[in-house]
């Protein structure tokens, strides 16, 4: 269960928001969901920028790429691995998951990972807005929190 922070403003930070094309259907429902929230939490329309790339496996380079720029206060990664017949899934979401904090440990930059692996689309359905709520909604949350720490007092 998320737990709504009245205190977090996003105002003035600049995000960069980078999903996969994978699974776009689900990817594309967590993306409105973080959206939602970074404009409800103050940040302009100019200060968030979406990037797509093809899957999830793609995504720690498109955040090294946004986090090198220099632009960007935190990125966002949205990506649904659903297992089918291997493992496969696992295998990207592993990979993916080290690399995204990599590059948040190598730039400093918060890289908030938003990339779900599930079983079944039924899963997918439940984190994308559905029963168990929408996961890009947290992520942006986190994010939101992050840049502000990153900019305050104690880490300036």
């Excluded at 960069?16 to 993306?31: G, I």
């Excluded at 100019?46 to 498109?62: H, I, K, Q, R, T």
């Excluded at 592993?94 to 995204?100: E, M, N, P, Q």
């Excluded at 938003?114 to 994010?143: F, P, S, T």
């Amino acid at each position: 269960m998320a737990v709504e922070r009245d205190d977090l403003d996003a105002t003035g930070h600049r995000y960069c928001v980078v999903a996969a094309r994978f699974n776009e259907l689900y990817v594309r429902r967590l993306v409105e969901g973080a959206l939602q929230v970074l404009r409800g939490r103050g940040a302009a329309g100019a200060d968030v920028e979406v990037v797509w790339v093809p899957g999830s496996f793609e995504l720690p380079l498109a955040c090294r790429w946004a986090a090198l720029t220099g632009r960007f206060d935190a990125v966002l990664a949205f990506g649904v691995l659903i297992q089918g017949e291997t493992e496969h899934f696992r295998l990207v979401a592993d990979a993916s998951a080290r690399g995204l904090q990599e590059v948040a440990l190598s730039t400093g930059i918060p890289v908030l990972d938003g990339v779900l692996a599930v079983y079944d689309a039924a899963q997918a359905e439940a984190r994308a807005g559905g029963a168990v709520g929408n996961r890009g909604a947290e992520v942006a949350l986190a994010a939101v929190q992050m840049a502000a720490l990153r900019r305050g007092p104690s880490f300036r």
